[in-house]
């Protein structure tokens, strides 16, 4: 038997598999993060950490799945998106990544805007400046660390860090590269245009390649520790939206994701540039020839981890969300907004934070809960709504992630969303799309749709319930109107929010 392994660098966590041929999951192994959060809005996590935990995990799985290292016939990589990683001219650290969520930027943003022009930018990166993409983040080193970013040699992306440690080379791969604003996404290259306009050495920007492209083998050292061989070969990978759309078999047009981890996020392929009005963002997608349009929910998943944090620590998700079934769409009259870092869609807004409105004293931890869960869900059904409005007739969607791990929430997505959802047999995330770009780069399959055939495995349908959806269509209507209400309050609120602090997530 011949095996792949697939390294998801979430944002929560560093998960492996090792999948076989069949597309079985033969072993995993995950190990959490910390991120830190040093002030309101700044999000940043230690690579070297990555990197640590990745190894402990690649050991993990071949000492679990006790497999001749010599049968896994390569590795590859998915990772969140846009982190900016900056190495010196002897690839040393510079500082702590910072990371899409991280929403410092909005100065930076205005300045690319300025200095671009909206037009043009979005005919060449195809997105507008938000806070939480790379180039932003570039800009505010620049500014505010001046001494670090003379010293800058190369810039990465997390997954890419994490690659480059265990290979010793370095490279970006389109997917990832998209969501840096750096990219001219149609003339796959690095924009010489953005990069003289904004005064930055294009030289910073690592060599690009495809996701499935053969980028090295394992150091001797890395291979040691993992019990691995150092001709394994490791092949490119891609941003984790990308690799949890390939996992999920959503290749083409006719398919939708959903995607509840800590971030949430709907996305279609497009072929036709259906949306580059900046509505939604719009990346290569890690399958050659194609695009993808996704909205995003800052914290999704994360509304969650951070309500059970708050209220019931000890508690499983599973236990958390049991006794929410037995409460009515609406959550007794309480409704939840997931703005608990700021927003990008459908309202780019560093700014707003997140509400409860209509808190009752007779509200129990149970519609809390089911608040919460349903607001993360309104929320990614605005990105749905943009969607439709450009014309995708969306039916079916598959649905991954933390939140597809509870038949209720699927429920609830299905009832909120209007569409069939389905989910996988087992829920494994990101990483078995990183597991099927190693399977095509190792010649296993000629193209990545052969291979979905065999790897993916459909799980159960929820189909949308008639009173429930009419319930939830009066629902959004509120829902929607939460923003408009918070606004003004969620700035002027800022002064207070900015007060230094020092805490970990
Ligand atoms: N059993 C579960 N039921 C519902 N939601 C869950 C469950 N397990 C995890 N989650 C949600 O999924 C999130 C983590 O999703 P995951 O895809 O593992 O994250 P990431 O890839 O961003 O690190 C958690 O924050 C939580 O909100
Ligand atoms: O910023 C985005 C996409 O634009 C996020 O989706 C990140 O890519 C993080 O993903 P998760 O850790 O939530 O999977």
Redesign the pocket.
């Known amino acids: 038997m011949r095996y792949v392994i697939g390294v998801d660098l979430?944002?929560?966590a560093v998960k492996c598999l090792l999948v076989s041929e069949g597309g079985e999951v033969v072993a995993s192994a995950s190990r959490p993060f910390d991120s830190m959060r040093i002030r309101s809005g700044y999000s940043e996590q230690d690579p070297e950490q990555w990197v640590q935990e990745t190894v402990h995990c690649l050991q993990a799985v071949m000492a679990a799945a006790g497999v001749e290292a010599s049968s896994v016939d390569g590795i590859s990589f998915s990772g969140?998106?846009?982190g900016l990683v900056l190495l010196d001219e002897q690839q040393r650290l510079l500082r702590p990544a910072i990371l899409?969520?991280d929403t410092r930027t909005s100065a930076e943003c205005r300045e690319i805007e300025a200095t671009v022009g909206w037009e043009h930018l979005l005919a060449i990166a195809k997105n507008p400046a938000l806070e939480?993409f790379t180039l932003p983040k570039l800009l505010w080193v620049r500014k505010h660390e001046p001494h670090l970013y003379d010293r800058a040699a190369v810039f990465l992306l997390p997954k890419d860090y994490v690659r480059f440690r265990l290979t010793g080379n370095i490279h970006a791969e389109f997917s990832d590269a998209a969501?840096t604003l750096l990219l001219d996404i149609p003339r796959r290259e690095w924009s010489r245009e953005l990069c003289d306009a904004l005064a930055i050495d294009r030289g910073i920007c690592p060599p690009l390649v495809e996701s499935h492209a053969c980028v090295g083998t394992l150091l001797p050292s890395i291979a040691e520790a993992t019990g691995l061989t150092p001709s394994t070969p490791v092949f490119a990978g891609g941003?984790?939206?990308a690799c949890?759309a390939i996992g999920a078999s959503v290749l083409e047009e006719d398919r939708t994701l959903c995607?509840i981890?800590?971030?949430g996020?709907i996305l279609s392929p497009d072929r036709r540039e259906r949306d580059v009005t900046g509505k939604l963002?719009y990346f290569n997608h890690a399958v050659p020839g194609i695009d993808y349009a996704?909205g995003?929910t800052l914290a999704?998943?994360q509304s969650l981890s951070w309500l059970r944090k708050l209220i019931a620590p000890s508690q499983s998700y599973d236990s958390l969300l049991a006794p929410i079934d037995s409460i009515s769409p609406g959550a007794g009259g309480l409704l939840f907004t997931p703005y608990l870092s700021g927003e990008?869609t459908p309202h780019a807004d560093a700014d707003i934070r997140g509400s409860f409105i209509g808190l009752d004293v007779s509200h129990s931890q149970a519609h809390m809960v089911r608040s919460v869960v349903e607001g993360i869900t309104f929320s990614l059904c605005e990105s749905l709504a943009i969607l439709r409005a450009q014309g995708k007739s969306v039916d079916r969607i598959v649905s991954i992630?933390g939140g597809a791990q509870s038949e209720t929430w699927l429920q609830i997505q299905a009832d909120i969303f209007n569409a069939e959802m389905v989910s996988l047999r087992h829920e494994e995330g990101?990483g078995m799309g990183a597991a099927m770009l190693a399977a095509v780069g190792a010649g296993w399959f000629d193209r990545l749709d052969e291979c979905a055939a065999v790897f993916v495995k459909w799980g159960r349908t929820f189909d949308p319930h008639p009173s429930r959806v009419e319930e939830y269509r009066q629902l959004f209507a509120l829902y929607k109107e939460v923003y408009q209400q918070t606004e003004s309050l969620s700035c002027r609120l800022k002064r207070f929010r900015d007060a230094e602090r020092i805490q970990s997530v």
Request: overall charge neutral; proline content about 4%.
């Open positions: 979430g944002t929560s969140q998106m846009h899409w969520n939480g969501g941003a984790d939206n949890g995607s981890g800590t971030s996020v963002h996704m995003v999704a998943g990008r992630g990101p």
